[in-house]
């Protein structure tokens, strides 16, 4: 009966959407308030049905109803809690609904959040969010229903997929989802300005915090699905440039360049078209990550690589959505009135080489990502585009894009001069210049490259903190506004992902050897000891584990357990690494095949400054939420004809 409410709440929660979806916007091109307040009503309702059907199919999870198809296809009773519950959305129908329930309940969102917003402006946004709302929903009901029955029920059903039962992928997607549909409210915004013509400094006030909330949980769901790949794949890498990897950062990054496009329009009223541009593609770039991985014309461990009828829905949606706001774009965007002047060396003009570095980026990664799949379409051949040419492509681009990042702050609104600005961060420029050749020196010249980019890496941390503190200073100690804050925190971030990246590309060892129990090997420094192999018993699968004891000069340093589980009911083999961190470095052990005979396969990595990554990553997304807790983007604009004028950042 559950079951059948929580299909029944989806069906509701479609005609409710498609009423929010038309009616508000035929209220706010007449003028008629009761049919735009119709909008906020409608948000909150179709939040709770899609709520109701989430809960709904939750219940069948955590109870085992093997009379659900969706259940027995990814769940299993001796499963454990933790799993049965990210089983929701381990598969391509409940992912979906998790989808569905993240945009209705932004939608509900910007209708509490959103009072101080003009009437015609809320309701046209909530209109718009509806309509993407009706296309998933109906996706969902005539593609994908999640609540299919079948009779007779099995005994018991198939379990979830191994790779996926981890704490990290449990939590990976509910955090990616709300990045990718955080940037439908800023696409919403951005159809609405068009709409009515009107784009101004209280329009990107309104922005800036769906942006920033979006850029945020996007950065770490992405980090932690790089965490889970390093420690589960068991190949001592944090990043591979799969092609679903990629479809998560194209949107990253054309966001990155939304939130930085929105401050000039803000500050300086300039920059109107391109931020309503970022805005569209930002999401559809999103979408576009979507269709990668449901369509099934990838293979990726992250890619569901369902029925190709279903990628063909969200193609078409896709297109729709896409080329409509692109064709709306293109109509409405030349009206749009000019803002302020200035000059190419200022604070606007170092935030538009920002943009364009981040969006050549982004086409960087789309076409290495499409390529193959355009090539296999129009000759059939078969090619990989992989690791070599995204580090020849995408690394020099990062260059002036860090050069920039540190410079930029440091320059003045309209118009400023560069050498001031580059005289203020002499001692961030010497020391940068300093750890490029000690890193040089350390790499023993295998990396030229990679030294430069250390180098980049400490002139962010040391350029951003430098500012703030000269930022201290002029101002008598005061802390400055949050946005800044969180600015500073975010760049500093960047330069220690940065780092972290380079210590663990560039410094790394390997070892790969065939152990018995008893055998010793020596690698960095440790001796290592592979003192037994022994079998144990899980919730829902069977392991060997090894236990490795590592020494130094004859003292014991760790021991490290890595394992190799057989999920009984998939009959699927997963490592589960064994990771000893110091925060300066990781010593990472796999094990692979083998038996008591012949031995079994041992790998040993060394990663210096790996957790620095994930660290980076954390401090990023910490800096936009302290960004975001500013109460000036809380509150909003509070009046779109007469803005307040803000202290410069």
Known sequence: MVVELGHFSLILALAVALVQ????????????????????????????LVIVAFGALTQAYVTSDFSVVNVVANSHSAKPMLYKISGVWGNHEGSMLLWALILALFGAAVAVFGAGLPDTLRARVLAI????GVGFLAFLLFTSNPFERVSPAPLDGNGLNPLLQDPG??????????????????????IAALLEGRVDAAWARWVRPWTLAAWCFLTLGIALGSWWAYYILGWGGFWFWDPVENASLMPWLAGTALLHSAIVVEKRDALKSWTVLLAIL???????????????????????????????????????????????????????????????????GALILNNLLLCTLAATVLLGTLYPLFLDLLTGNKVSVGPPFFNATFVPICAPLFAALCVGPYLGWKRSEIWPALLRLRVAFIAAMVAAIVAATAIDGRATLAALAFGFGVWLILGSLSEFAQRLVRTNFRLPPRASLGMTIAHAAVGVVVLGAVGTGAWNSELMQTMKP????????????LERVESLQGPNYVAERATLLLSVGGKPYTVLQPERRLFTVQRRQVAETAIHTNLLRDLYATLGEGEAANGWVIRLYYNPLAPWIWLGAALAALGGFVSLSDRRLRIGAPSRTRVAALPAE
């Open 21 to 48: 979806g038309t009616l508000p916007l035929l209220g706010a091109s007449r003028g008629d308030i009761r049919l735009m307040d119709l909008g906020r009503t409608a948000a909150l309702t179709q939040a709770l």
């Open 129 to 132: 969010q509806a309509l993407i």
């Open 169 to 190: 992928l449990a939590f990976h997607p509910p955090l990616l989802y709300l990045g990718y549909v955080g940037f439908s409210v800023t696409y919403a915004f951005a």
């Open 282 to 348: 930002a999401f559809s770039l999103s979408l576009l990550g979507t269709f990668l991985v449901r369509s099934g014309v990838l293979t990726s461990v992250h890619a569901f690589a369902q029925d190709p009828a279903r990628g063909m829905y969200i193609l078409g949606f896709l297109l729709f959505v896409t080329g409509g706001g692109l064709a709306l774009y293109a109509w409405r965007a030349p009206r749009l009135t000019p803002g302020g002047m200035f000059q190419p060396v200022s604070r606007e």
């Open 518 to 529: 008893g055998d010793r090997a020596s690698f960095h420094g440790f001796d290592v000891k």
